[in-house]
């Protein structure tokens, strides 16, 4: 079981703001880890979306932003488009003993 | 551009071992730390091990503990990951992910295109 919990589903027409919630713990997000997204489209490999909480890496659209409050983070994509359809996960690193690097539950994202 | 390429697909019998492998280009072994992460089918990502820069150790998650060798050969740049004693509930796609040493707990910036291993009798 994942220590992160997300939506199951989120959706949103075009042109629609959609966030997806990450939420934590003590151990994880809350001890001040930094949290990451990924975004994977159907049979690929994920791919880096933001970094360090709300830091895109080069090429990822600004409709992309994070950020982290507490023991959670979350994603927010502005201008929702057809090829945002994905599934996202959070990541953060946790300091209890069974599993070090931990990912969220996922969220599949549905364009309308 | 840093590439991670990974073996072929794997059919096995249950209580037998894989191992996959992982080819850097681009970068080389020693300026990454490789990790490893499988996703079941239709299930979400499950960090399994990696290279830890801080300790310069390798971390395995407590549930793969005695079942998973993770090692790396710097002079080819490969990465591998052999799982044993496997059973039904690993049949999954594995995937090699890294980020640049010595960065500590960085996020993945590159990641294999996954090999998905069927444990089938």
């Known amino acids: 079981q994942s220590v992160l919990t997300q939506p199951p589903s989120v959706s949103g027409a075009p042109g629609q703001r959609v966030t997806i919630s990450c939420t934590g713990s003590?151990?994880?997000?809350?001890?001040?880890?930094?949290v990451h997204w990924y975004q994977q489209l159907p049979g690929t490999a994920p791919k880096l979306l933001i970094y360090?909480?709300?830091n895109r890496p080069s090429g990822v659209p600004d409709r992309f932003s994070g950020s982290k409050s507490g023991t959670s983070a979350s994603l927010a994509i502005t201008g929702l488009q057809a090829e945002d359809e994905a599934d996202y996960y959070c990541?953060?690193?946790?300091?209890?003993?069974?599993?070090?690097?931990?990912f969220g539950t996922g969220t599949k994202v549905t364009v309308l | 551009q840093v590439q991670l390429v990974q073996s072929g697909a794997e059919v096995k019998k249950p209580g037998a071992s894989v191992k996959v492998s992982c080819k850097v280009s681009?970068?080389?072994?020693?300026?990454?730390?490789m990790h490893w992460v499988r996703q079941a089918p239709g299930k979400g990502l499950e960090w399994m091990g990696g290279?830890?820069?801080?300790?310069?150790?390798?971390i395995y998650a407590q549930k793969f503990q005695g079942r998973v060798t993770m090692t790396e050969d710097t002079s080819t740049d490969t990465a591998y990951m052999e799982l044993s004693s496997l059973r039904s509930e690993d049949t999954a796609v594995y995937y090699c992910?890294?980020?640049?040493?010595?960065?500590?707990?960085?996020?993945?910036?590159?990641w294999g295109q996954g090999t998905l291993v069927t444990v089938s009798s």
């Open positions: 992910a890294s980020y640049r040493a010595p960065m500590v707990r960085g996020p993945y910036d590159y």
């Open positions: 681009g970068y080389t072994l020693t300026e990454l730390s």
């Open positions: 290279f830890d820069p801080e300790d310069g150790e390798t």
């Open positions: 003590s151990s994880n997000i809350g001890a001040g880890y930094d």
């Open positions: 360090g909480n709300s």
């Open positions: 990541q953060s690193y946790d300091s209890s003993l069974s599993a070090f690097y931990v």
